[in-house]
């Protein structure tokens, strides 16, 4: 009897991976379906303020591993397969040109992530994906259905479907948003400290009317994900302010709130200056409170209470990795399903990593499924 070659391929989550895998599958002649309880390519809109930032621009697969707290030694495998270079040459095919900025960052170069949207969606629908609006809600059903089934359901649902096939889930946490802190900060709300330091780890801070956001609490969030709350953070709010007596020394009959000013915004200085004579004029300050200005600016102390919520970008958490054969994103225990995109426990800093790990295990399972269905 003819074995019956494994063609028919339904996909659950029509988000960047999801739609990626299937661009792959049904360029090598697959029968796909798509399904999503939204419209597809929907959570890509947003995506680096509207703009996409779709990569990052560094081409040596391990180093570019290092950028995710959770995932690196799994896609190592993963990324010498599809990484950067695979990334760009894919969306060059679809007619999507990208530039880099200083950064490292790679954006479309129509800075429009509609354009992109609007573009892979053009690429699968020409293939013949057949799109189907409609939420899943058993895995089972779509194994009866299907040769294959793939899982693409993202940071926010779809765990309890893979818990109902045996599959273990990492307890999900938000990772790359802000956090809410216990000293009472809505005073500096909006300010910006550029320059920050937090254990080695550089970047901007913003204060906010629940405790901290920007780039360098981003990070801190994203490596802090699962860390017992509360615990206390330590924020060097000026390095480059190495030595304040010899600027006292420089300016002797400056306020101190206006020397200071010089370093951090007003509103920080007001801040801390609470406890002292803002108005004293340097050559009047004493060593003693010189050290203890100093230590307010080097060893700023919040307490983070959690994060904020609605503000996160990823998810932290999710399918257990060692549930999943790195080398084709099958789950070990069910033949034939698949997890891809940020529904695996995998989730990278700020700067295109997170859209380059949905592009990257969406490959590896494209071309797995095409093996198998040979
Ligand atoms: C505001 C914001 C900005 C971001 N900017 C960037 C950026 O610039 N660069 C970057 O690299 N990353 C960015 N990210 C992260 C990035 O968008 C995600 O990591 C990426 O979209 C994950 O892709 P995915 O395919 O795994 O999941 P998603 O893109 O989230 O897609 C999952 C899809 O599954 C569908 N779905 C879920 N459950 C079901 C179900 N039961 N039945 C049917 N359908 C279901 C959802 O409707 C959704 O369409 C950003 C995230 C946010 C929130």
């Given at each position: 009897?003819?074995?019956?070659?494994?063609?028919?391929?339904?996909?659950?989550?029509?988000?960047?991976?999801?739609?990626?895998?299937?661009?792959?599958?049904?360029?090598?002649?697959?029968?796909?379906?798509?399904?999503?309880?939204?419209?597809?390519?929907?959570?890509?809109?947003?995506?680096?303020?509207?703009?996409?930032?779709?990569?990052?621009?560094?081409?040596?697969?391990?180093?570019?591993?290092?950028?995710?707290?959770?995932?690196?030694?799994?896609?190592?495998s993963?990324?010498?397969?599809?990484?950067?270079?695979?990334?760009?040459?894919?969306?060059?095919?679809?007619?999507?040109?990208?530039?880099?900025?200083?950064?490292?960052?790679?954006?479309?170069?129509?800075?429009?992530?509609?354009?992109?949207?609007?573009?892979?969606?053009?690429?699968?629908?020409?293939?013949?994906?057949?799109?189907?609006?409609?939420?899943?809600?058993?895995?089972?059903?779509?194994?009866?259905?299907?040769?294959?089934?793939?899982?693409?359901?993202?940071?926010?649902?779809?765990?309890?479907?893979?818990?109902?096939?045996?599959?273990?889930?990492?307890?999900?946490?938000?990772?790359?948003?802000?956090?809410?802190?216990?000293?009472?900060?809505?005073?500096?709300?909006?300010?910006?400290?550029?320059?920050?330091?937090?254990?080695?780890?550089?970047?901007?801070?913003?204060?906010?009317?629940?405790?901290?956001?920007?780039?360098?609490?981003?990070?801190?969030?994203?490596?802090?994900?699962?860390?017992?709350?509360?615990?206390?953070?330590?924020?060097?709010?000026?390095?480059?302010?190495?030595?304040?007596?010899?600027?006292?020394?420089?300016?002797?009959?400056?306020?101190?709130?206006?020397?200071?000013?010089?370093?951090?915004?007003?509103?920080?200085?007001?801040?801390?200056?609470?406890?002292?004579?803002?108005?004293?004029?340097?050559?009047?300050?004493?060593?003693?409170?010189?050290?203890?200005?100093?230590?307010?600016?080097?060893?700023?102390?919040?307490?983070?209470?959690?994060?904020?919520?609605?503000?996160?970008?990823?998810?932290?958490?999710?399918?257990?990795?060692?549930?999943?054969n790195s080398k084709t994103m099958?789950?070990?225990?069910?033949?034939?399903?698949?997890?891809?995109?940020?529904?695996?426990?995998?989730?990278?800093?700020?700067?295109?990593?997170?859209?380059?790990?949905?592009?990257?295990?969406?490959?590896v399972?494209?071309?797995s499924?095409?093996?198998?269905?040979?």
């Open positions: 009897m003819a074995q019956k070659s494994k063609n028919k391929i339904g996909i659950t989550g029509a988000g960047a991976s999801g739609c990626i895998c299937a661009y792959w599958l049904l360029k090598a002649g697959l029968d796909v379906t798509l399904f999503d309880k939204n419209l597809p390519l929907r959570t890509l809109i947003p995506t680096g303020g509207g703009r996409c930032n779709l990569a990052h621009a560094e081409y040596d697969f391990r180093e570019l591993a290092k950028n995710y707290p959770r995932g690196e030694k799994f896609l190592y993963v990324f010498s397969r599809f990484s950067t270079a695979e990334t760009l040459e894919m969306f060059e095919k679809m007619g999507i040109k990208t530039y880099t900025q200083d950064d490292g960052r790679i954006f479309p170069e129509s800075n429009s992530s509609k354009d992109v949207q609007e573009k892979i969606l053009r690429e699968i629908r020409n293939s013949g994906v057949k799109f189907i609006q409609k939420e899943i809600t058993s895995v089972d059903n779509l194994m009866k259905e299907f040769d294959s089934v793939v899982i693409a359901t993202g940071g926010h649902s779809g765990y309890e479907l893979l818990k109902h096939a045996g599959v273990s889930i990492v307890e999900p946490h938000p990772a790359l948003v802000g956090l809410n802190t216990k000293e009472d900060l809505k005073e500096l709300s909006g300010t910006v400290v550029k320059g920050g330091n937090i254990n080695g780890i550089k970047g901007d801070v913003l204060f906010t009317h629940f405790g901290v956001s920007g780039p360098l609490i981003y990070k801190i969030s994203s490596i802090n994900a699962f860390k017992v709350m509360p615990y206390k953070l330590a924020i060097d709010l000026s390095p480059k302010l190495t030595d304040l007596q010899e600027k006292l020394n420089i300016y002797p009959h400056k306020e101190i709130k206006n020397l200071l000013g010089q370093y951090l915004p007003q509103k920080v200085v007001k801040y801390l200056l609470k406890d002292f004579d803002e108005t004293k004029e340097a050559c009047k300050i004493d060593g003693k409170t010189r050290d203890l200005i100093l230590d307010k600016i080097h060893n700023f102390i919040i307490t983070v209470t959690g994060t904020n919520q609605g503000e996160e970008t990823v998810t932290a958490g999710g399918v257990d990795l060692d549930e999943i099958e789950v070990k225990k069910v033949p034939n399903l698949y997890c891809i995109g940020e529904l695996l426990n995998i989730d990278g800093f700020c700067g295109g990593f997170n859209l380059q790990n949905a592009w990257s295990t969406a490959f399972c494209a071309e499924i095409i093996e198998q269905a040979k």
